[in-house]
């Protein structure tokens, strides 16, 4: 084989590996999308419609296994452990959200690496999930968003070998800390807000008692 055969071949193999590499690209952009309007989707209550899009994120991830051996490390590149995390976010949020419930890595098909990164970021959707019921009275409700939050954080700050071998575990758990203790606070406001409402309510029904008896 002749030097040009030879650059010729490995051109070829460039050729191949950039449009391996484009397609991959575009189908883990749309899954992070998809994701993503599932998360939101979930807001709004709209279980059966996350539901949907997950299955066809998961569809998308399919493509990777059609990745040639040559070609692997594309499986490696950052925009598909990005992906892998926006899914796992919004799998965890809407089984907390749906049915209360935890949902592992096996089960959705992630590394353990995206995972435990995706479940960090779930603490940020039940903040907007705490102060979307704080907006409408739903006090308990908010409360309950806390205790997972709190619940995911402790269980994830205790785990030293993930937080020695994944830096952007620390970083988004020391963001998660800020964000809980936000959320304590408006919950607490709220929580001392309704108690004095209710008070005051009490006490006009026991005002409006004596003016009826005298």
């Known amino acids: 084989m002749s030097l040009r055969q030879i650059l010729k071949k490995i051109e070829e193999e460039l050729e191949e590996r950039e449009q391996a590499k484009d397609e ?3 189908a883990m952009r749309k ?4 994701s993503k309007q599932a998360i939101f989707s979930v807001h709004k209550g709209q279980f059966n419609e996350a539901k949907k899009m997950l299955r066809d994120v998961k569809k998308l ?3 990777l296994d059609d990745i040639p051996s040559t070609h ?3 499986t490696y590149a950052g925009i598909v452990d990005a992906a892998f995390q926006e899914y796992t976010e919004a ?3 809407l089984k907390l959200t749906h049915e209360d419930k935890f949902i592992g890595p096996e089960k959705i098909g992630v590394p353990s690496t995206s995972f435990l990164l995706g479940l960090a970021d779930v603490i940020g959707e039940l903040r907007r999930s705490a102060l979307d019921f704080l907006r409408d009275g739903n006090v308990k409700a908010a409360e309950k968003c806390l205790e997972r939050m709190e619940l995911i954080y402790d269980e ?4 030293d070998e993930a937080l020695h071998a994944l830096s952007e575990l620390r970083r988004k758990l020391d963001v998660a800390r800020r964000i809980i203790e936000a959320t304590r606070g408006d919950v607490t406001i709220e929580v001392r807000r309704s108690s004095l409402e209710h008070s005051i309510e009490k006490l006009e029904r026991v005002l409006k008692e004596r003016k009826k008896v005298r």
């Open 61 to 63: 991830f399919a493509k």
């Open 91 to 93: 799998h965890i949020f």
């Open 24 to 26: 991959l690209y575009d």
């Open 31 to 34: 899954a992070t999308r998809l």
């Open 72 to 74: 692997r490390q594309l």
């Open 156 to 159: 994830l700050v205790v785990l």
